[in-house]
């Protein structure tokens, strides 16, 4: 069993943290919602991609009849920023397991046009219906227990001008993915963390879409530096976590052209895989 985070004094739940309250979403007419997406979840200026994730999951929840996402995929077509936003859906398809539909956000310029950010397909279905048979050759990530691992304090920032996300997030990464910090990069396109939110609250199906793009670029350990912009991004949410912090491993096997893939595992406090994802990610060469 992994080592326990340590607690905040007080500790937010599910539904009254800040996660929910940034992520939520007003319904303005069927399928239609009102949302403002806070600076609390940017990378110097641009909003995560994780986080616009979660913000279009939580929609997708209330508009289709199935409560939790199992697959998510997500094209970013341009830089969200903090402010209002419009998140539109619609219904593809509804079975009795599975239910599909896509959703996609907007803002407006300053000429007052309309801008899409990100345009999503999922589905859902409900996480508490499915069989507890695993077969499995997957292993979780083998982590040093987490006094021995490193948070964003412990280091320099990596990307000019500050994260402001990484004051939301209780993130310490394993000090063997930790060489891009020291100027000392492995080269091996490898990152590992313990993960959770700062205010203490657990995981649930929503912020496993924050999960798996919330970690430092593998980029930062092929020696590459800067904003690492997500330009298409698969989730697959497999269970419900258990209490406790989760552990995220990320991994890249091929950078080619200015263009890398990141594969992410999501283990969670009872050793069970609970997410995956797979994105495709633009860096800056040279």
């Known amino acids: 069993m992994p ?3 340590s607690a905040p004094d007080v500790r937010a739940t599910i539904g009254a943290s800040e996660f929910d309250r940034d992520t939520a979403v007003t ?10 997406l806070s600076a609390g979840w940017t990378i110097v200026n641009a909003v995560n991609g994780g986080y616009l994730l979660a913000v279009l999951g939580r929609a997708l929840a ?11 995929s997500a094209h970013y077509l341009t830089a969200s920023r903090p ?6 859906t619609e219904t593809v398809r509804t079975g009795r397991t599975l239910s599909t539909g896509q959703a996609s956000l907007v803002q407006y310029d300053d000429r007052g046009e309309e801008v899409e950010r990100i345009r999503v397909l999922a589905s859902y279905g409900d996480l508490g219906d499915l069989p ?6 997957a292993e979780p990530p083998g982590l040093p227990p987490l006094a021995r691992c490193l948070g964003p304090d412990d280091g320099p920032s990596p990307v000019e001008g500050g994260s402001a996300i990484a004051d939301r997030l209780m993130l310490k990464l394993d000090p063997a993915t930790l060489g891009w910090a020291l100027g000392q990069p492995s080269g091996k396109g490898e990152m590992r963390a313990w993960f959770g939110l700062a205010d203490g609250r657990d995981a649930d199906p929503l912020s496993l879409l924050l999960a798996v793009d919330a970690l430092p670029p593998t980029a930062f350990e092929l020696g590459l530096t800067g904003w690492v912009p997500t330009v298409e991004l698969t989730a697959h949410v497999r269970a419900r976590p258990a209490p406790g912090p989760l552990r995220v491993s990320i991994t890249t096997r091929n950078l ?8 992410a595992e999501v283990w969670d406090s009872a050793d069970r895989l609970v997410a995956q994802s797979r994105q495709l990610a633009r860096v800056r060469l040279g």
């Open 3 to 5: 080592e326990a985070a």
């Open 27 to 36: 319904r303005r007419s069927p399928g239609v919602y009102d949302t403002d």
């Open 62 to 72: 209330d508009a289709l009849p199935h409560p939790d996402p199992f697959t998510v």
């Open 83 to 88: 402010g209002p936003a419009v998140v539109r």
């Open 132 to 137: 507890d048979d695993v077969r499995t050759s």
């Open 256 to 263: 080619a052209g200015g263009f890398l893939e990141e594969d």
